[in-house]
């Protein structure tokens, strides 16, 4: 009968287990920065749509804020209740830009 080194097969899969802890561990890692990565990019390119909203108000010499205009959307807008007509046309220019922030 052969003897199987039992000692050795342990010692080599605890080897195995800790190299796949440390990739899962790596791929975690990456991840989690990723995910830290994307969340900064959305973050910037809301604050660049807000810019573009303020850009839009000011050019038109409305008195609205980037938040009156969020807000109208979605309780009035989105539920098909009437704005005014300076507001429509805010939200009618602005759709894509409204929309993406409040994703």
Same mark, same amino acid.
């Given at each position: 009968?052969?003897?199987?080194?039992?000692?050795?097969?342990?010692?080599?899969?605890?080897?195995?287990?800790?190299?796949?802890?440390?990739?899962?561990?790596?791929?975690?890692?990456?991840?989690?920065?990723?995910?830290?990565?994307?969340?900064?990019?959305?973050?910037?390119?809301?604050?660049?749509? *807000?810019?573009?909203?303020?850009?839009?108000?000011?050019?038109?010499?409305?008195?609205?804020?980037?938040?009156?205009?969020?807000?109208?959307?979605?309780?009035?807008?989105?539920?098909?209740?009437?704005?005014?007509?300076?507001?429509?046309? *805010?939200?009618?220019?602005?759709?894509?830009?409204? *929309?993406?922030?409040?994703?």
């Amino acid at each position: 009968m052969e003897k199987r080194d039992y000692l050795g097969e342990i010692k080599t899969q605890e080897h195995t287990i800790k190299k796949q802890e440390e990739f899962i561990n790596s791929i975690t890692s990456m991840n989690k920065a990723q995910s830290v990565e994307i969340f900064e990019l959305k973050q910037k390119l809301k604050t660049e749509y *807000c810019k573009t909203i303020e850009k839009f108000i000011l050019e038109h010499d409305y008195t609205y804020s980037v938040q009156d205009i969020l807000n109208e959307y979605q309780t009035k807008y989105t539920k098909g209740y009437s704005v005014s007509y300076t507001m429509e046309k *805010c939200i009618e220019n602005l759709k894509t830009e409204i *929309c993406d922030i409040l994703k």
